[in-house]
């Protein structure tokens, strides 16, 4: 008759504490551990290029748009250079104007301060020529 101590099952060996069970033990984790490395590097070299070409593409479109801002705020700055150098001439224009009148009204004042009669504009004359005296 036959003892069913002296059967050893394939995987007995494991069970009992034993350096090579250890061992056995040690191989499997790192099996293991290396199909969990191949895995996740699998999907992450799925997926990281689409995840840099995503954040290539939203860099891009915000590029793009400062891009077209700084091309809007040059044709705001030219457009008002051209009104402030429009502003600027109308200003000038004023300016001339105003010292054209007041050179004018000095002018009538002058002539409106001369006397009318001939005897006063030869006296005036006299002053002019000879001095206050």
């Known amino acids: 008759m036959l003892s069913t ?3 050893v099952a394939p ?3 494991m069970m009992t504490a034993s350096p090579a069970s250890a061992i056995a033990l040690a191989c499997f984790l790192a099996l293991f551990a290396l199909g969990v490395v191949l895995v996740a590097s699998s999907l992450t070299a799925r997926t990281l290029p689409s995840r840099v070409l995503r954040q290539v593409e939203e860099l891009a479109t915000i590029v793009s748009l400062m891009e077209q801002n700084a091309l809007d705020l040059r044709a705001q700055w ?3 250079i051209e009104q402030l150098d429009a502003f600027e001439s109308a200003i000038e224009k004023k300016r001339r104007q105003t010292a054209a009148s007041a ?3 000095e002018q009538a004042n002058s002539q409106a301060e ?3 009669d001939p005897q006063s504009q030869l006296i005036a004359i006299r002053q002019r020529i000879y001095g206050n005296g």
Do not use: L
Request: glycine share 0%.
């Open 5 to 7: 101590q002296h059967i």
């Open 11 to 13: 995987v007995d060996f």
């Open 78 to 80: 030219a457009t008002t």
């Open 103 to 105: 050179s004018r009204a």
């Open 114 to 116: 001369q006397p009318t």
